[in-house]
């Protein structure tokens, strides 16, 4: 019999130093997979725990609205808490403490992955230590089953750490992720663990394996999210082939092999192949797009022009070139364009390269519009 147990989710954000993010873009609301988020992705995990326990998340401030309206889309809402992360520790400690629940499943929003039906409620049931860390794929990911005595324990000695550039949920995860006594593997699938190559990975193989049995499995975990509204477009001059074309995407030029995710627009004479489009890109007329990955634009609308400018080519079919300063991040020949980005017109990236978030067009007038293969545009 499996002891009473309740779930508590962080927003931790991203790691520091993977290529494409920064450091203030919550990770729960990233998109992933056309029209989930990272949370999705997280709860999907937990529902069959959440039916008859409530799901406490946490989240800083800044975040918050824009995580409600994530889990708002959820049809299991009504048992889910959303809570301001506890400032003090001595908060934190009261709150557990009227917690009726035996163990407590503590877990972040940085990664994806999924366990298979049912898999965790069996660990559950299980003998084990008193602070364990999951895993999937023999890969550790950071979510934790802890007793109730063995996280209050933590938690009153967090209050002896003198650390001032870190948050209690910092200093949390740091002892939750050096003090536990085993690794518990359950049976699944590792998404994105802690490189901007994963997402690509990640989307090619959900892509290849729509119509197999495990694709139906893994779509059939996320039968607790509420139906999106909107459909994607096709227009007359727009072709597709093999893609997955979110629920709000506009498509009037070519797309293979691809993801496209919603608020993405196409235009006409466009080209997108072996690529991952994320949210809110417009790609301008005669663009080629190869063996890339374009993180989300968030600046606002492009209704009268495109972020991704006419006549630009990103990327390239070759897959033998790692970037020269990510080599471990950005490798097969996959071009990653990080956060909100914005290429002029006729600008030309090979394969391998790397643009940071948030640069403007100008940056690219030093480097005459080219940027080699295996390069880095940063600033």
Not at 265 to 289: L, R, W, Y
Not at 295 to 324: C, D, H, Q, V
Request: net charge neutral.
């Amino acid at each position: 019999m499996m002891k009473r147990c309740t779930c508590l989710l962080f927003e931790t954000g991203f790691e520091k130093g993977i290529p494409g993010y920064t450091t203030d873009v919550p990770s729960g609301s990233f998109p992933f997979w056309g029209n989930f988020f990272f949370a999705d992705v997280l709860v999907s995990n937990l529902v069959g725990l959440t039916e008859k326990q409530p799901l406490y998340f946490f989240t800083p401030e800044p975040h918050f609205t824009e995580l409600q309206k994530t889990i708002h889309r959820w049809k299991v809402k009504n048992n889910v808490e959303l809570l301001m992360n506890h400032e003090d520790r001595n908060g934190f400690i009261s709150w557990i403490k009227q917690m009726k629940s035996d163990i407590f499943i503590i877990g972040g929003t940085a990664h994806a992955f999924l366990f298979k039906k049912n898999q965790l409620q069996s660990m559950l049931k299980k003998q084990h230590a008193d602070l364990a860390r999951i895993s999937v794929e023999m890969t550790p990911l950071d979510m934790f089953v802890v007793t109730r005595k063995k996280l209050l324990a933590i938690a009153q000695k967090s209050e002896t750490v003198q650390d001032t550039e870190k948050t209690f949920q910092q200093i949390l995860f740091k002892h939750l992720s050096t003090e536990f006594e085993t690794i518990e593997d359950v049976p699944g699938r590792v998404f994105f663990h802690r490189h901007s190559i994963d997402l690509y990975s990640a989307h090619k193989f959900l892509l290849e394996a729509a119509d197999s049995g495990e694709y139906n499995q893994i779509a059939e975990q996320f039968s607790f999210l509420a139906s999106p509204h909107a459909e994607s477009y096709i227009g007359e001059t727009g072709e597709v082939k093999n893609a997955f074309i979110a629920a709000g995407a506009e498509i009037y030029g070519t797309v293979i092999n691809s993801v496209i995710f919603p608020g993405v627009v196409i235009a006409k004479g466009a080209v997108v192949e072996n690529s991952v489009v994320m949210s809110n890109n417009k790609i301008g007329p005669d663009t080629k797009i190869e063996n890339a990955v374009l993180f989300p634009y968030a600046k606002g609308s492009f209704s009268e022009s495109y972020n991704i400018r006419n006549n630009a080519r990103i990327g390239s079919l070759s897959k033998k070139t790692a970037n020269t300063k990510y080599p471990m991040d950005i490798y097969d020949g996959v071009t990653v364009l990080g956060l909100n980005p914005q290429i002029p017109e006729g600008t030309v990236i090979d394969a391998a390269c790397y643009i940071g978030p948030n640069l403007s067009m100008e940056a690219f007038s030093r480097y005459n519009k080219v940027v080699k293969k295996g390069m880095c545009i940063e600033t």
